[in-house]
């Protein structure tokens, strides 16, 4: 790779080198003849486009035949080519066009990997390079000499890829993902006008590959495991592993193995990322995180999280098909139509409110338009969009179709009935934010959804690993049934204890939320329910000063959640008794 | 032992490999499991015992979605874990030969086919395997791409990438 980046580097020196020895402005104006002096200011203008593989009908790519495609919204710089100083910044309109009047000058051409815009309606969108000290993604032109008082200079970025491998600079790769980013920015600011985003940097380098860092990503070496989104302050470097910005973190590997993955040319993947971001920040994600698929039983608040992201691409690339591929080119690929039960691997998915197969379903049916079998909602994507960032945030339960049910309906009362029809045809029949009366044939122990607990009246429960599907080091803690959750109105607010008693040999854990924070500042005593109480089984909390609201109670055996949680295989069914008093 | 215990269940994250990884800094952080990846798992069954310089047949167990019609497997060439025979049996069940040539930590990487619906999918896996005594940090990385840093007048440092450059 670096002697074929050092081959194209070369090349761009020689294409400057003949730009430069054009001659300068006044030699060509004194080739012109006539006396007239050169025009002391020069309008240059042009397009900035990126070439783009295209996708077979088995879901592959063919980076043997590409489309050319406008660079939209992407910030441009007129450099002067003898230093490089600033003459102009513009942006490119939804053409990829730019125009900028500048002196008249020898001057260079740079578009950046950055879409960006303050004040109201403002974002800050950018694709950046984690193996190269963050540097922003910039595509840069010849060194050019106006002959006129105008001039078009046109930039494409080639994908670099020489017939059968990579040969050139993938100059392409952070224009497509900037592409997909221009895409969702446009969605979300059409359902919300003035819409303000919180900044987002993508990362791509061509080194981004699917190993990692004892367990962790290496955003320096590129050692990401795989490509996904990390939000707050970002990861803090721990051992080896250096620190995680926050961000979005896509693979680039075409080095020729067979495991090569790169998503710059899957939209599908960069749309599904962007689309945590946008639940995250722009909305509210009480998932946990933690291995997944279609073919899952998960806890509530994943499953509506992952199919949030698989639902959003879709929304974002106007598609219901999700499709990855794999291999240097994009050889092979993974691909399923969320429109039709996730064909074609419909005889594995799962179906209720614990599958993420089901919640992106529910989604797409929304979006859509009517007239499907079982399908006569038709909503778009701005309803949707209003219930992420209202209902979503806002609720006191978790954030999982069931809220998202709710608010929909609340907001579009005339299809209320359609959507419950549909929400019944994937077997999620609860009611309101705590699912109340959600019926659950496979495991009606783990019924109901959302317990209560009312001070003084201890309530039986049970934690369970009978989904983990045989994995010891997860186990089930993103699975159904291994986090039970009661609900808790304090309507004055006050002290509460709280307590969860196990068998002894047992370890119970509780966290308490209200809103989706957490309540125990450092999970410090006396608040903290993550004690080791294997020795009697019986986990305590006190917390003081609580305010008025609805609180959530999230209690585990904590051997159920996987080595992350202790050491040891999962106890399995461990029946708990959990009671609140309030002092 | 709890080894967690002053980490929120919501607030680590974490291993991924085969499957992508979540975590949680801070309160209101998240990190992604990663994107969605196919339903394939391919797992070791036992726990050989791996030293450098010692041929070992794996035994592995690889689990496609139903109806999975046909598949293959090819592994990534690796000089530290090389593989040298690959034969497939029945019910997902496979042998491969490897030849493990540096203690440390390793990981036994490739992809997966399968026709599943008339449609051709597929997979890549990286199975951590574990050789010899001495446990080193791995080291392996893949060096940054070449390019040229240049300050940037506005904002930072850029990536310079080459345009094809047409001007009249």
Known sequence: ?583 | MKVWASLSWRVWVLPLLLLGCAAEPGPKGYQSPGKPRPPVALRLSGAPRMQAGVPVRLQLELTLPPGAESHSIEFDHSPALQVTGIALGTGGRLEAAVMPMIDGPRVLAGFVTFRLGGTLQGSPFRLRLPVGQGMAPATASIPAPAGVLRQDSVDGTVMSLTAETTSR
């Open chain 1, 1 to 583: 790779m670096t002697l074929r980046l050092s081959s194209a580097l070369l090349a761009a020196g020689l294409l400057t080198a003949c730009g430069g020895g054009g001659g300068g402005s006044e030699a060509g104006g004194g080739g012109s003849g006539g006396g007239t002096p050169p025009p002391t200011q020069v309008t240059v203008s042009g397009t900035i486009s990126f070439d783009k593989p295209t996708v077979r009908p088995d879901n592959t790519l063919d980076l043997n035949q590409t489309e050319r495609l406008p660079v939209r919204g992407a910030t441009v710089e007129v450099l002067r080519g003898s230093d490089g100083s600033l003459l102009a910044t513009v942006v490119t309109d939804g053409s990829g066009h730019y125009s900028a009047t500048v002196s008249n000058t020898p001057l260079r051409i740079r578009a950046k990997a950055q879409l960006l815009k303050t004040g109201s309606g403002g974002y800050d969108l950018e694709v950046r390079d984690n193996t190269a000290g963050n540097a922003l993604y910039a595509l840069d032109s010849s060194q050019v000499t106006p002959s006129g008082a105008s001039l078009r200079v046109d930039l494409n970025a080639p994908t670099g890829w020489g017939g059968v491998g990579y040969t050139g600079q993938r100059a392409a790769a952070p224009f497509a993902i900037l592409d997909m980013l221009w895409r969702a920015r446009e969605l979300l600011q059409q359902a919300e006008p003035g819409l303000v985003m919180p900044p987002l940097d993508v990362f791509w380098a061509p080194g981004n590959n699917g190993a990692d860092c004892e367990g962790r990503p290496n955003p320096v070496s590129g050692d990401l495991g795989t490509t996904f989104y990390v939000g707050g302050s970002g990861l803090a470097a721990t051992g080896a592993c250096p620190a995680t910005p926050p961000g979005i973190y896509v693979l680039g590997d075409a080095s020729g193995d067979a495991s090569d993955d790169a998503d710059e040319f899957d939209p599908s993947v960069i749309a599904h990322e962007f689309g945590h971001y946008v639940q995250d920040r722009l909305g509210r994600d009480d998932s946990m995180g933690g291995p997944h698929a279609l073919d899952h039983r998960l806890e509530p608040a994943i499953a509506f999280s992952e199919g949030w992201g698989n639902a959003f691409q879709g929304f974002v690339l106007n598609s219901p098909w999700y499709r990855d591929t794999f291999r240097t080119g994009g050889t092979a690929a993974f691909a399923f139509n969320i429109e039709n039960d996730s064909q074609p691997f419909t005889s594995l998915v799962e179906t209720g409110f614990y599958s993420e197969a089901s919640v992106q379903e529910v989604f797409w049916d929304v979006y859509d338009g009517a007239g499907e079998a079982g399908d006569a909602i038709d909503l778009g994507y701005a309803a949707i969009h209003a219930v992420m960032r209202g209902a979503i945030v806002e609720t006191p339960a978790l954030t999982s179709i069931f809220p998202f049910a709710e608010g929909l309906a609340v907001g579009h009362p005339s299809q209320a009935s359609a959507l419950r029809q549909r929400l019944l045809a994937e077997g999620i029949d609860g009611i309101g934010d705590f699912a109340e009366n959600q019926t659950l044939p496979i495991a009606p122990d783990l019924l109901p959804v959302f317990q209560t607990l009312t001070t003084g009246v201890p309530v039986p429960t049970v934690s369970t690993d009978r989904y983990s599907d045989g994995d010891s080091f997860f186990a089930s803690y993103n699975r159904l049934g291994a986090r039970r959750y009661f609900r808790i109105d304090l309507p004055n607010g006050g002290n509460l204890d709280l307590s969860a008693q196990g068998p002894v040999g047992s370890d119970p854990d509780f966290l308490l939320y209200r809103q989706g924070v957490q309540q125990c500042a450092n999970f410090a005593s006396p608040c903290s329910g993550l004690d080791d109480s294997v020795a009697d089984g019986l986990e305590t909390a006190s917390y003081t000063g609580l305010a008025p609201g609805t609180y959530l109670l999230e209690v585990a055996e904590c051997s159920n959640l996987g080595e992350l949680c202790r050491p040891g295989p999962p106890l399995g069914d461990t029946v708990m008794t959990v009671r609140m008093d309030l002092r």
